[in-house]
């Protein structure tokens, strides 16, 4: 009973410490920031960032200076919120020379339209504006029981054709791969897929290409000041010939409407 009660002391010992071995590895792996996927520059030369008040005061004039070529700023979420660093930013970053765009966090409760209308009464129209972005991604206690896709999929083709009409261009959506195959495989042709894998080349289970890719959410970069000292990094797939007749075609243009 003895060497029993002794051989199962020692198992739970080397249990414990194999999980305790596990989750240092993890926090290691996740906070140590090594990462499997880092683009070429050859071939993901153009690149750019993404902000929202978590990186509080933004230098724009430094952040520009920083080998990135566009930036999209967060406006708002849901049907009622703006964020509290959009006007300032949104301001700062057209005195740079960075492409710039707004986007919007979708909310899973609220309608399609309201958040349409919210977004265009916060950011309104902009001549050379890159075309809004709608972040579809699981949150809160929906990460644990996500959303029906019927009534998700309603409010976000909704919310995609009240945007559509008022600035002439599809949006853009972003996603994580989990959301991404809830929500958006194999539906919204039209847009275009901004994916983020801070891990792996981004890979779509349907097939489909991306046209951004949020490759790090731990970069270091000068010039802002805010409770996230990291910095999202993105590449657009393409070289700079391609990302310069991608603006042509899909940047807003305030005479017509739609296309430049």
Known sequence: MANRRARIKRLALWSGSILMLAAAVGILLYSACPRWNPPSQDAYPIRGVDVSSY?????????????????????????????????????????????????????????????????????????GMLPPMIDVELYGDFSRSPPKAHAVVKELEEMIRVLSEYYGQAPVLYSTGK???????????????WIRDVFFYPSLADGRGWTFWQYTDRALLDGYEGSEKYIDMNVFFGSEKEYAA???????????????
């Not at 660093?85 to 966090?105: I, K, S």
């Not at 991608?246 to 430049?260: D, E, H, P, S, V």
């Open 179 to 193: 959301a991404y195959r809830l929500y958006l495989q194999g539906r919204f042709a039209f847009c275009d897929m």
């Open 55 to 127: 990186q509080g005061t933004i230098q724009w004039d430094i952040l520009a200076q920083q080998d990135i070529a566009f930036a999209y700023i967060k406006a708002t979420e849901g049907s009622s919120f703006t964020d509290p660093c959009f006007v300032e930013n949104w301001e700062g970053v057209w005195q740079t020379d960075l492409q710039a765009g707004a986007y919007h966090f979708f909310s899973f409760e609220s309608s399609g339209k309201t958040q349409a209308e919210k977004y265009i009464q916060t950011v309104g129209k902009k001549e």
């Open 246 to 260: 991608y603006l042509q075609n899909r940047c807003i243009n305030t005479k017509t409407g739609g296309r430049r």
